[in-house]
């Protein structure tokens, strides 16, 4: 078993000054957090070697250095590859058509919500929803009727009269 209070003691003596090592190596906050967070989950894998060795907190900064080098390699990849293509065209906003679908997706219950997505974002059949989701396909069906009749409710003009849909036939 792992000691979790030694653990615990050496994150908490530790974490601040290895954040700060993490962001002077990589020069971003995200990334060092990423790269702090990720030698410290490889300490706690590794607890009992890294509790015994002469100096743990040395052995945390060596995972970090070595983590921050492996990211910056990757990234030079990309850098090249953009400094050749030039940086990509900035995203316009989100249609307004986009914005009501969103806002009217996420009135409907999580688990409409998912098969709704999953079939019209992913164009996942009704059997691959049901496995991926570990639901009958007779609740698939019945939960993408019930998402396209609340949809249509939702998105419908206030105006406009109720049509019957093929959820109703």
Do not use: C
């Amino acid at each position: 078993m792992r000691d979790a209070d030694g653990f615990d003691e050496f994150y908490r003596d530790t974490s601040a000054r290895l954040l700060r090592y993490g962001y002077a190596l990589t020069g971003d906050l995200a990334e060092a957090q990423d790269v702090v967070q990720e030698a410290y989950t490889r300490a706690w894998r590794n607890w009992r070697m890294v509790a015994a060795h002469p100096a743990p907190e040395g052995w945390l900064r060596l995972t970090v250095a070595r983590l921050s080098t492996d990211r910056w390699r990757r990234l030079s990849g990309w850098r090249a590859a953009v400094r050749r293509a030039g940086p990509p065209e900035p995203v316009g906003p989100p249609s307004e058509d986009a914005v009501l679908l969103t806002a009217a997706l996420r009135k409907l219950p999580a688990p409409t919500r998912q098969a709704v997505a999953l079939h019209y974002l992913f164009d996942l059949p009704v059997a691959d929803i049901a496995a991926e989701t570990g639901t009958p396909v007779g609740t698939v069906t019945s939960r993408l009727n019930r998402g396209r009749a609340e949809l249509a409710a939702i998105l419908a003009p206030a105006t406009r009269t109720p049509e019957v849909t093929d959820v109703e036939q």
